[in-house]
């Protein structure tokens, strides 16, 4: 098989699709939202593929397209109920019957939509500098966010933990 744009294109997404699941498991909900979020953020991949530079790794362009994607597709189809709904979880909530992982995971959906993005990155192994490439951001802000969000995720999961 030659090595078109669109074979190299289906290759690179096949070899990091797990990057579009975590996004989309953290910026939608219901399965629709989440398969239409799935195919936007494919379609959006596609179209900006030709400005697609190597000289960063293709899984960290793929984030940016698609945290950007989450981002504008929270903001157009995103019913304001949802979004309160799932901002406003109760440490109650995600300590019922919840191990670690998931009051983490719960924790984190919870964050506003740039520490949800910060934090994400940051648990993917991303260094402070490429975060900052990624989201447009200066790496002293990154670090800074990044601080206080893990703070704040202690806090939460250290109140958790004594209310059980």
Request: hydrophobic share 35%; net charge neutral; no cysteine.
């Amino acid at each position: 098989m030659p090595s078109t744009p669109s074979n190299i294109f289906l290759k690179q997404i096949g070899a990091h699709e797990g990057i579009i699941h975590k996004v989309v498991s953290l910026y939608t909900d219901g399965k629709e939202d989440k398969e239409d979020l799935y195919q936007e953020i494919l379609l959006q991949s596609w179209k900006s593929f030709a400005n697609y530079k190597a000289e960063a790794q293709f899984s960290t362009w793929l984030y940016r397209v698609a945290l950007n994607t989450a981002l504008n597709f929270r903001r157009k189809y995103q019913k304001t109920e949802a979004l309160t709904a799932t901002q406003n979880l109760s440490d109650t909530d995600v300590s019922a019957g919840s191990g670690d992982k998931e009051m983490l995971y719960y924790i984190v959906k919870s964050l506003d939509e740039v520490d949800k993005m910060l934090i994400t990155l940051h648990f993917e192994g991303y260094k402070n500098g490429e975060i900052a490439a990624i989201t447009g951001m200066t790496t002293n802000y990154v670090n800074v966010k990044l601080h206080r969000i893990k703070t704040h995720i202690i806090h939460r999961l250290k109140s958790v933990h004594n209310e059980s």
